[in-house]
């Protein structure tokens, strides 16, 4: 039997197996020879493995993992580049995805600064690439760092300086300029690097920005020379001196310093000139050559940026109006249900494979038992009412270009016989009786901790990124972890070196894909993560509402743990001082301080919590904003009219300078602030001896 028929004599789920399999040698391989300069393979092994994962891909291309070697945009350089903290974040934008979001956009713009009148903003292309910081000092350039997190990048100097369109020095007398911008590759540059590298048995990129991508993350900067990478500059970073009053000064200042900047900007006078410039953009977007994918709108006053700042990760002036996305048809083959940490039943779309937008999708979300059935959470009527059925013909779609979601269902394809879906009312997983709560769209299993998949999700987003970020603890370890019963909760994580002895780090090392090194190294992971950060602590809970923001405002707030959790322990009632005051932080609402106080009130759950807290070591958690200014700590409450910016102006501005804002008076409040108008929470402050402040005398103090 030939090399070829051998394989395709191997059943589906053999080869699924093998695939999985082979994706995590060759990482590791690939980490070992890249990152630690310690390959664990011989070169002809590595080879023999890269031959079977090619022929294997070839035979079941609908197999094909996200994670395969072939299709890895090289490794992340967890050691090869050095890390750059960025002076200014990196932030992200807000999406819109139509004229009515964009139109709330704006006013909410308006809202924050209190105006009627029309802003003025610039619309330029959404360029499909990665976004490069580039410092310069006394006009060389001293450093180029990729966005990384936001808050840490990569220093990529050496292979920016290979960018044509990157300047090595420019003209001027600013000491400190940081330029912001876009690394991206045309069309038909992608095109033939693609033909280059197929002829030398190279990696073939899935698109222009994974090439530019990993052009750009080339270890060797001579690669990097080769590449025909470009750059649009976009905005700026740290500077010492602005070099403009606008958006648009600016981009013609980066012109006039020689940097490329986009040619389809323009200055918009308000709503109805930013969507026709959009769909101006949208019509040239088959002859530009490269891939954009929408359109980002920016205050163009820089004051007016400054004024309204940012709210978590993404700033209030600026938001990407995104192109609508690609679709495609493909069959229905079966509907799952998969149970999350929370107990919700989520539907899931078993697909044939298709290729939407460049990626195969197998998998979409189906979101709930209405969405099946063809409505919303109200009753009124989606798709025309039509619902979801096993067998279905139906359009598929990326939505934010990523996560995949049936649109639509082709009607007349619908094959006879198919049956309306009726959704559980038992956990598929632990048997226990599913509820759906008045006015909820999500159904849930009731087991709690007795049901295993809750318990290994909780355990998953416990690990994830945005939490203790364990590194080599991901999600397939700790199910796997789960189900061999080495790891049943938090805390036996913080265990397992000492529980494993090694007799059990023998076991653990006979565990697939785990190596001596991976075993040792994985214990070191884990005490690294002893410290820990307040707020990673609480969002790694996976406290129903409780995300990444709740997590940091509670953490920013409490500052400790002890204080945290007494506080939310003393609220337990729902009712007096203590839940008044968990309340009041702002951006937390009643429902998750109720979710916060019934998850701590539930003895199973704070008994889980109760045995981790001992192995660790927790980091108490700066308030946010300027921990310098003359406000930072101290709680401001603001009433009465302000008359000389909007409420949500004044907090913001509060927050970014360090203070924190509450509702109400207490003993714990420093200042009030209040103007015309106040009615009972001054007489409150003025009894309780807490120092009034008019809104002139506030705004001297923080210096404005
Ligand atoms: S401005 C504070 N302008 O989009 C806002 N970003 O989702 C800074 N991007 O990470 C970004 N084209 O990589 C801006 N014309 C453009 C852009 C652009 C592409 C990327 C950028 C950023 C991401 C935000």
């Known amino acids: 039997m030939s090399a070829k028929s051998k394989l395709n004599a191997r059943s589906e789920a053999e080869a699924k197996a093998r695939l999985e399999e082979l994706a995590s040698l060759m990482l590791q391989a690939d980490e070992a020879y890249h990152n630690r300069d310690a390959p664990v393979l011989s070169d002809a092994d590595y080879d023999a493995l890269k031959a079977e994962n090619q022929q294997l891909e070839q035979a079941f291309p609908h197999l094909v993992r996200e994670d395969s070697a072939s299709s890895r945009v090289g490794i992340a350089p967890s050691s090869g580049f050095s890390k750059v903290k960025h002076s200014v974040s990196m932030l992200s934008l807000g999406n819109a995805f139509d004229a009515e979001d964009v139109a709330s956009f704006v006013a909410s713009i308006q809202r924050f600064l209190g105006v009627s009148d029309d802003i003025e903003f610039t619309a330029e292309p959404k360029i499909d690439g990665l976004s490069l910081a580039l410092r310069y000092e006394n006009g060389q350039l001293v450093l180029a760092a990729t966005r990384g997190d936001g808050k840490t990048g990569e220093d990529v100097t050496a292979n920016a300086r290979t960018i044509k369109s990157v300047p090595q020095r420019i003209e001027t007398d600013i000491d400190i300029l940081e330029v912001r911008g876009e690394v991206y590759m045309h069309h038909k540059d992608f095109e033939a690097l693609n033909e280059t590298q197929a002829k030398s048995g190279q990696k073939i990129f899935a698109n222009p920005r994974n090439a530019a991508a990993g052009s750009l993350r080339q270890l060797d900067s001579k690669i990097t020379s080769k590449r025909p990478l470009m750059f649009f500059a976009y905005s700026l970073g740290e500077i010492s001196r602005p070099l403009g009053e606008t958006q648009s000064e600016t981009i013609s200042a980066f012109e006039a310093l020689g940097f490329s900047t986009n040619p389809l900007t323009k200055i918009c006078a308000n709503v109805d000139e930013l969507i026709a410039h959009y769909s101006d953009i949208q019509n040239s977007r088959p002859d530009l050559g490269y891939d954009i994918d929408g359109v980002v709108y920016k205050v163009n006053s820089l004051k007016l940026q400054d004024r309204l700042g940012f709210r978590n990760n993404s700033p209030r002036w600026a938001i990407a109006h995104k192109f609508p996305a690609e679709t495609a048809v493909t069959e229905l083959e079966a509907i799952e249900i998969q149970v999350g940490r929370t107990g919700a039943l989520s539907p899931v779309a078993r697909l044939k494979p298709v290729t939407v937008g460049g990626v195969v999708v197998s998998n979409a979300t189906l979101h709930n038992e209405d969405y099946i059935a063809g409505h919303d959470g109200n009753g009124a009527p989606i798709r025309g009412g039509v619902d979801i059925r096993v067998g279905d013909w139906v359009t598929v779609y990326r939505a934010g270009d990523v996560i995949p979601k049936v649109k639509d269902v082709v009607l007349a394809r619908r094959p006879e016989g198919a049956k309306p879906y009726v959704f559980p009312s038992i956990c598929p997983e632990c048997q226990s009786a599913v509820v759906r709560l008045d006015g909820e769209a999500v159904a849930r299993c009731t087991g709690g901790l007795v049901c295993p998949a809750q318990t290994v999700e909780k355990l998953k987003h ?15 370890q700790v199910q796997a972890f789960f189900q061999d019963g080495w790891v049943k909760e938090p805390a036996d994580i913080f265990t397992l070196r000492s529980r494993l002895g090694s007799g059990g780090l023998q076991q653990l090392q006979n565990m697939e894909g785990w190596g001596e090194v991976s075993a040792e190294k994985l214990f070191d992971a884990i005490d690294d993560k002893r410290k820990i950060e307040l707020n990673r602590l609480i969002f790694a809970l996976g406290i129903r509402h ?9 953490a920013q707030s409490y500052e400790n743990w002890q204080d945290f959790h007494d506080a939310v322990v003393a609220a337990g009632g729902h009712d007096g001082p203590a839940w008044d005051a968990l309340n009041e932080i702002d951006g937390i609402g009643p429902t998750m301080a109720a979710s916060l106080v019934d998850a701590l009130s539930d003895a199973q759950f704070s008994q889980v919590v109760d045995r981790l807290i001992p192995h660790l070591d927790i980091l ?16 401001i409450v603001f009433t009465g009219t302000l008359e000389q910016m909007t409420r949500a102006e004044a907090k913001a501005r509060a927050t970014s300078l360090g203070a924190k804002v509450s509702g109400s008076v207490s003993s714990k409040t420093d200042y009030l602030v209040a103007g015309p108008g106040a009615g009972s929470k001054l007489e409150k402050a003025k009894s309780a001896g807490v120092a009034t402040l008019s809104e002139d005398e506030w705004l001297e103090l923080i210096g404005r």
């Open 462 to 476: 416990f690990v994830s990124r945005a939490a203790f970020d364990i590194e080599g603890l991901g999600a397939k």
């Open 620 to 635: 108490v958690v700066e308030s946010a904003g300027d921990q310098q200014s003359v406000v930072a700590g101290k709680t």
């Open 546 to 554: 409780v995300g990444e923001v709740g997590a940091l405002l509670l």
